[in-house]
């Protein structure tokens, strides 16, 4: 029998019951233990579902209240001594990790400011994770404060009937994606490799002794360019893991091509190893020879990073080849990644198409899928749903809903001079310092500010028909004029108008382009608490109408300072939207360029030129290798920003924005953006900002973190400043926060805001 597996399930709910328990408990208005059981209640649910739709390999410990990287953090004793001298309850700790914590001392209890660890980009995801941070007094060890959660989870599960395989991040991915903490900038985690192996070995006792027979242990950086040192690594790791006390070790790697480092991980003491074939089938030969005589091959076929159906008759073809190396019992049909990345349930989207909601697949529906696979492969009779699946396949691909002709043609003109600005930077400088005559130390934000409960509640009554198109635009331009006001109030430079019409801000544009589609209840977890809702690109993208211009030029009409128009670039619109299979995602940016041009050039013409148009996730779509693939994408990308933004006048300024990565400058050259701005507070290294201070165009270096509710002081704000001028030059300088204010309350805004704008200020007159 071939049996079926998945890596991981969305942790947050059909209805976003995590979110809504945990900022609840932020808040204040729920205790722990009400965050705790509904927990506990999701985690059945999810279990029981797997176990219903007859997956046979379920996993457990892919739950977390933030991030799984974070909880192993948690689990090893890896936080910072920063974090425990306050005394926190242990999800305390986690939560003051993942998002800083600043409370005002009460009679029981001290006040507490801390800010975050850095969170970063889970390879080319959406995702983001908490980096572990060590230091040279970072002592490993379990921390069983709070329960050991990959046990406990999985007594947890073993309780409801269901046997569980615990997943968790191995230690040599665990390592390598983490970093050095502030104080110890000399330390390479990986050299810590023999002191935390012991732990994991501890870890692994105790789930045999609990009962797991099996263990998945996740080492995705296999799919990185691995240097030599950390390749030598796995051999011994892993001996030193496996054994008769320990459970049998099921080695994932998912994202990518392993082929590069399959002589790492080749005869490894595991009983099998997983691969993602959906993104690369063409490894199954050589991942084959490099299987041991009993090793399991979990073939990751239904994929965990897109909503498309699955194709049954090529996914099956695919499952038959693998067999026919490896014989039946040595192969399971798994998702080719944890389904975290895909939303919960298609049953939830009432208003979808039927004609288009019959092409998705959401992570309740993959379920199905393995399951069919696998049952397919067993030779189960699956007729029925073959058929249906077949019916699904062809609909898509006969559909007129995909082709536009009109978009193709004018595709086709895309050339060189379609993507160049008339002249270079160094001559457009002078004529955008002529008509801004900004300062030293120009101050400006990254567009959104506080998405309010009240903005949220009229923008549901309008959907809803409640509130008429006028009253609406009333509300929005009140919101505006707000959000103006304060700028000018504390003396911003470049002004922006807050964002307020937008629900998010790839989603916003989807919304407004043809060629897309959109759920109602499609979320997918983006870090913490923040939920994503990728619109679905299903067809030629073109815009029909303006989308931005009216909100601009109304925040312009109401301030003398010039106000930024706001757009999301083609990459970002691309990389968080769920992208078609059927054409190359360059296809797919460059059409975004083109319906983004028209909406730069409409912008121009009604007196905005200052126009921001964001790619934050430029770097998370850097294919995850070398080689020509990375270097063909990074053409595509930048001349996609580049068809958006240089049709433009040499006088209108085209800023860009770009976060949570680690930003290579190279990368971003060829944007030709003039001003751009990018996440920084997190960086510690000295050597990364020396990196951008041969970059070309002006930079604005975030200075706060816009995850973290802490306001930090002037006199922070300065130091940093001071620390960055150090190595970065002031004449290139913008100051503003590390990306937009629309997760934070408006308290914290204004006060982190007013203190940078007076830093900045300090500064001015020093140059
Ligand atoms: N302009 C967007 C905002 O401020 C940028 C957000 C982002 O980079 N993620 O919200
Ligand atoms: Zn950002």
């Known amino acids: 029998m071939v049996q079926s597996s998945i890596l991981g399930f969305p942790r947050i709910g059909g209805q976003r019951e995590l979110k809504k328990v945990t900022e609840s408990y932020w808040q204040g208005k729920v205790g722990v233990n009400d965050l705790l059981s509904k927990g506990k209640e999701l985690r059945s649910h999810n279990w029981k579902l797997q176990k219903e739709a007859g997956v046979d390999v379920i996993p457990s410990n892919d739950f977390s209240y933030y991030d799984q990287v974070l909880d192993l953090s948690l689990l090893f004793n890896v936080i910072p001594d920063r974090y425990t001298k306050f005394e926190l309850a242990p999800i305390d700790v986690l939560f003051a990790m993942g998002r800083g914590l600043q409370r005002k001392a009460t009679d029981s209890t001290p006040a507490v400011d801390v800010t975050a660890l850095e969170m970063v980009k889970w390879f080319d995801s959406n995702y983001h994770y908490v980096r572990p941070t060590f230091s040279h007094s970072t002592e490993f060890k379990l921390n069983t404060e709070a329960g050991l959660k990959p046990v406990d989870e999985y007594l947890e599960a073993k309780a409801l009937g269901i046997e569980t395989r615990p997943v968790i991040v191995g230690p040599i991915s665990y390592l390598?994606?983490?970093?050095?903490?502030?104080?110890?900038?000399?330390?390479?985690?990986?050299?810590?490799?023999?002191?935390?192996?012991?732990?994991?070995?501890?870890?692994?006792?105790?789930?045999?002794?609990?009962?797991?027979?099996?263990?998945?242990?996740?080492?995705?950086?296999?799919?990185?360019?691995?240097?030599?040192?950390?390749?030598?690594?796995?051999?011994?790791?892993?001996?030193?893991?496996?054994?008769?006390?320990?459970?049998?070790?099921?080695?994932?790697?998912y994202f990518g091509d392993v082929r590069p480092n399959l002589s790492a991980i080749k005869g490894l003491p595991v009983s099998g190893f997983h691969f993602d074939f959906a993104r690369v089938p063409e490894q199954l030969d050589e991942v084959v020879a490099a299987l041991g005589d009993k090793q399991t091959l979990s073939v990751?076929?239904?994929?965990?990073?897109?909503?498309?159906?699955?194709?049954?008759?090529?996914?099956?073809?695919?499952?038959?080849?693998?067999?026919e190396k490896v014989g039946k019992d040595r192969v399971v049909v798994s998702t080719s990644s944890s389904l975290l990345h895909t939303p919960v349930d298609l049953q939830n989207e009432k208003k979808l198409d039927a004609t288009i909601k019959d092409w998705f697949s959401f992570a309740t529906q993959k379920l199905d899928e393995v399951v069919v696979l696998a049952k397919n492969a067993s030779g189960e009779d699956v007729s029925k749903e073959l058929a249906?699946?077949?019916?699904?396949?062809?609909?898509?691909?006969?559909?007129?809903?995909?082709?536009?002709?009109?978009?193709?043609?004018?595709?086709?003109?895309?050339?060189?001079?379609?993507?160049?600005?008339?002249?270079?930077?160094?001559?457009?400088?002078?004529?955008?310092?002529?008509?801004?005559?900004?300062?030293?130390?120009?101050?400006?934000?990254?567009?959104?500010?506080?998405?309010?409960?009240?903005?949220?509640?009229?923008?549901?009554k309008y959907t809803k028909g409640e509130l008429t198109a006028e009253q609406y635009e009333e509300f929005i331009n009140k919101e505006i004029e707000t959000v103006v006001r304060f700028q000018e109030e504390i003396g911003l430079d470049v002004l922006v108008h807050g964002?307020?019409?937008?629900?998010?801000?790839?989603?916003?544009?989807?919304?407004q382009l043809e060629g897309y589609a959109f759920t109602t209840n499609g979320w997918v977890q983006s870090y913490g608490s923040r939920y994503v809702r990728p619109p679905i690109v299903v067809g030629d993208v073109s815009r029909p109408k303006a989308m931005t211009v009216k909100e601009s030029v109304y925040a312009q009409s109401i301030t003398d300072k010039p106000m930024k128009g706001m757009l999301t670039g083609p990459v970002?619109?691309?990389?968080?939207?769920?992208?078609?299979?059927?054409?190359?995602?360059?296809?797919?940016a460059l059409q975004l360029g083109l319906a983004l041009?028209?909406?730069?050039?409409?912008?121009?013409?009604?007196?905005?030129?200052?126009?921001?148009?964001?790619?934050?996730?430029?770097?998370?779509?850097?294919?995850?290798?070398?080689?020509?693939e990375r270097s063909d994408y990074l053409n595509?990308?930048?001349?996609?920003?580049?068809?958006?933004?240089?049709?433009?006048?040499?006088?209108?300024?085209i800023h860009s924005h770009f976060c949570y990565s680690d930003l290579d400058p190279n990368h971003i050259k060829a944007l030709d953006a003039d001003v751009?701005?990018?996440?920084?507070?997190?960086?510690?290294?000295?050597?990364?900002?020396?990196?951008?201070?041969?970059?070309?165009?002006?930079?604005?270096?975030?200075?706060?973190?816009?995850?973290?509710?802490r306001i930090p002081s002037k006199e922070e704000f300065i130091s940093r400043i001071e620390e960055i001028l150090k190595v970065y030059p002031a004449n290139k300088f913008w100051v503003n926060p590390d990306c937009g204010l629309k997760t934070r309350g408006w308290e914290e805004t204004k006060a982190s805001l007013t203190n940078m704008v007076d830093a900045a200020k300090h500064f001015r007159g020093k140059y």
């Open 176 to 253: 390598y994606l983490g970093k050095a903490d502030k104080d110890s900038l000399d330390l390479d985690p990986i050299s810590l490799l023999d002191k935390i192996l012991p732990v994991y070995k501890q870890l692994l006792a105790k789930l045999k002794e609990a009962g797991a027979k099996e263990v998945q242990i996740d080492e995705p950086i296999l799919v990185l360019d691995l240097p030599k040192e950390i390749q030598a690594k796995y051999a011994d790791a892993y001996k030193a893991l496996a054994g008769s006390d320990v459970p049998e070790i099921v080695l994932a790697t």
């Open 636 to 653: 595509w990308a930048a001349q996609s920003f580049r068809v958006a933004t240089s049709g433009v006048e040499n006088d209108t300024q």
């Open 388 to 460: 249906a699946n077949a019916q699904s396949i062809k609909s898509r691909q006969e559909s007129s809903i995909t082709t536009n002709p009109k978009v193709q043609e004018r595709l086709a003109t895309v050339n060189e001079s379609l993507s160049t600005r008339k002249v270079p930077f160094a001559e457009r400088l002078p004529s955008q310092q002529t008509k801004y005559n900004l300062p030293l130390f120009p101050t400006t934000t990254i567009g959104s500010f506080p998405q309010t409960k009240d903005i949220r509640i009229n923008r549901n």
């Open 499 to 511: 964002e307020p019409e937008r629900n998010d801000m790839v989603q916003y544009f989807g919304e």
């Open 572 to 588: 970002t619109c691309l990389r968080w939207s769920f992208p078609r299979d059927d054409v190359s995602q360059k296809v797919q």
């Open 300 to 323: 990751g076929i239904v994929d965990g990073r897109n909503i498309w159906k699955t194709d049954y008759s090529k996914a099956s073809a695919f499952v038959a080849k693998a067999i």
């Open 676 to 709: 751009v701005s990018i996440e920084f507070s997190k960086k510690d290294d000295a050597n990364y900002i020396q990196e951008f201070s041969n970059y070309p165009n002006h930079i604005g270096l975030g200075l706060f973190d816009i995850h973290s509710p």
């Open 597 to 628: 041009r028209d909406e730069v050039q409409d912008l121009e013409k009604a007196g905005i030129t200052v126009i921001q148009v964001d790619e934050p996730a430029i770097r998370e779509g850097l294919p995850l290798r070398s080689g020509k």
